[in-house]
């Protein structure tokens, strides 16, 4: 591949918007307006073969819910014959064990199972329903196959309260890993950005948790903690730079840098079944807008973290400044950062009284 256009490694198969759960601070976009029907079986197919022709190395297959996806196992399986690394990005819902046993069998090479929180009210309050029993049977399951699995808590105020007992019940399933994902605000989790982003000492508390946990599980389970955006100085490169590795694949077939690029303005992003992947990788100009560190406006331009950074999250910029081509607010040298600095400061003040805007469901993605 070219500098303009880097090896893909990663594809990130979003199979459907579904879900039955409605998650708070879920990433999905808050409004979808449909622009074709939904991908079929056969064009999955079809992009997973094209992906691993271009290099890539994984799949993550995702969603919504993925396995809603009634040919799941059929992809999963194109994938094996293809020898890319499986990865189920799944609620555990719904799922028995005879279809995780099928998943196992057609190559899924491994499970990222989360929980969203360790009390059922909790639950309820935050994903409109508690599946913590199913999620516990899924994880019992995939360690009698053998399957990898990672535990992820995704993290914000309305459970901060409970990371202890979060810990304690991710550690009781011997993981091979443990993710605590501090919300990103984007999606719905910026429309409950009120309620969902904690104060300084309640994410000091959690990171002096999860370091212990770490120690704790030393050599058996990996403990990763991923502090939000808005309590770092510099910002991250999102998705490892902007279509440098990763491409997300829509449920109506879009190809996007992550998962929420489609709702940037002016940006034409190709459908999957109007021409080959790599050419959309290559040639979209959507794809090539913010590649690289050439787009870069100042202060970012002249600064030396921009080949590390590539300038932060496009999508967090247009969704705190109006403007993609911003440099993200996360950072501390940006005249915008004043927007984050604002809301940590409202975090300081604790959450306001009213409830959390659970996820709804969008419009029916139809395959035809």
């Known amino acids: 591949m070219t500098a303009a256009a880097p090896r893909l490694l990663t594809l990130v198969a979003e199979l459907t918007y579904g879900c039955k ?4 601070y879920c990433s999905n976009p808050v409004e979808v307006a449909q622009r074709a029907p939904a991908l079929s079986a056969g064009d999955w197919l079809r992009v997973i073969e094209q992906a691993e022709e271009m290099g890539a190395l994984q799949v993550h297959f995702t969603g919504g819910e993925p396995l809603l996806f009634q040919e799941l196992e059929l992809l999963v399986g194109r994938a094996r014959e293809k020898q890319l690394y499986t990865n189920l990005i799944t609620s555990g819902v719904p799922l028995s064990r005879d279809r995780l046993r099928a998943l196992e069998r057609a190559g899924l090479d491994h499970v990222q199972l989360s929980f ?3 009390s059922s009210a909790s639950n309820l309050r935050i994903a409109g329903i508690d599946a913590t029993a199913q999620k516990l049977e899924v994880a019992r399951w995939a360690k009698e196959l053998e399957l990898p699995l990672t535990v992820n808590l995704v993290l914000h105020r309305e459970n901060l309260g409970e990371i202890e007992q979060l810990l304690a019940l991710a550690e009781s399933l011997e993981p ?3 993710e605590l994902a501090n919300a990103q605000y984007l999606g719905w989790a910026l429309r409950n950005r009120e309620r969902l982003l904690p104060s300084a000492h309640q994410l000091e508390e959690a990171r002096q948790l999860a370091a212990a946990s770490r120690e704790r599980l030393a050599g058996k389970t990996d403990v990763l903690f991923v502090l939000p955006d808005y309590y770092g100085d510099r910002p991250r490169a999102c998705m490892q730079g902007w279509a440098s590795s990763y491409l997300v694949v829509t449920p109506d077939g879009l190809a996007l840098p992550c998962q929420a690029a489609r709702d940037l303005p002016g940006l034409l992003f190709d459908d999957v079944r109007s021409a080959p992947l790599a050419e959309i990788w290559a040639r979209s100009p959507a794809l090539g807008a913010f590649r690289g560190a050439d787009w870069l406006p100042q202060p ?26 911003a440099p993200d607010p996360a950072c501390s040298v940006t005249p915008s950062h004043h927007l984050i600095r604002s809301a940590r400061q409202r975090a300081e003040l604790g959450a306001p009284s009213a409830p959390l805007e659970l996820r709804r469901a969008p419009r029916r993605l139809s395959v035809e």
Do not use: K, V
């Open 21 to 24: 759960l409605r998650c708070a």
């Open 116 to 118: 969203q929180a360790a």
């Open 176 to 178: 091979h890993r443990i």
């Open 300 to 325: 970012c331009r002249g600064c030396a973290e921009r080949e590390r950074d590539f300038g932060g999250c496009r999508c967090q910029a247009f969704a705190l400044t109006g403007d993609a081509s």
